[in-house]
């Protein structure tokens, strides 16, 4: 079976740090873009990071930037999203996903239409 497993992730207080990992089951990311997505409370759900595995070429949200880091291990079968100088707006459920390594990650982080598996989302919470 073809799944991604989350996992990490809770409560921080703001400024401080926490990764959330995701774990391939059934395939590697060799082959896949790899995207981290955020809904907070009220919120639709939107990109964060998307990372490509045929390239390396990383794309963060500009609410990020300089703060989280996308990242996978050498045997492509877990990625990650870490997470630095936490604020409270980033506060929400995260969720991994892959989409073909044909779609950019300028597009993936865009639109999730494109992204074919998904993760069971892991709540992130920052305290002010």
């Known amino acids: 079976e073809v799944q991604l497993v989350e996992s990490g992730g809770g409560l921080v207080q703001a400024g401080g740090s926490l990764r959330l990992s995701c774990a391939a089951s059934g395939f590697t990311f060799d082959d896949y873009t790899i995207a981290w997505f955020r809904q907070a409370p009220g919120k639709e759900r939107e990109g964060v990071s998307c990372?490509?595995?045929?390239?390396?070429?990383?794309v963060y949200v500009d609410s990020v930037k300089g703060r989280f880091t996308i990242s996978d291990d050498n045997a492509k079968i877990t990625a990650y999203l870490q997470m630095n100088s936490l604020k409270p707006e980033d506060t929400a459920v995260y969720y991994c996903?892959?989409?073909?390594?044909?779609?950019?990650?300028?597009?993936?982080?865009?639109?999730?239409?494109?992204?074919?598996?998904w993760g069971q989302g892991r709540l992130v919470t920052v305290s002010s």
């Open positions: 996903a892959v989409g073909w390594v044909d779609y950019t990650p300028q597009l993936l982080v865009r639109d999730e239409r494109y992204l074919g598996v």
């Open positions: 990372l490509s595995s045929y390239d390396g070429t990383t």
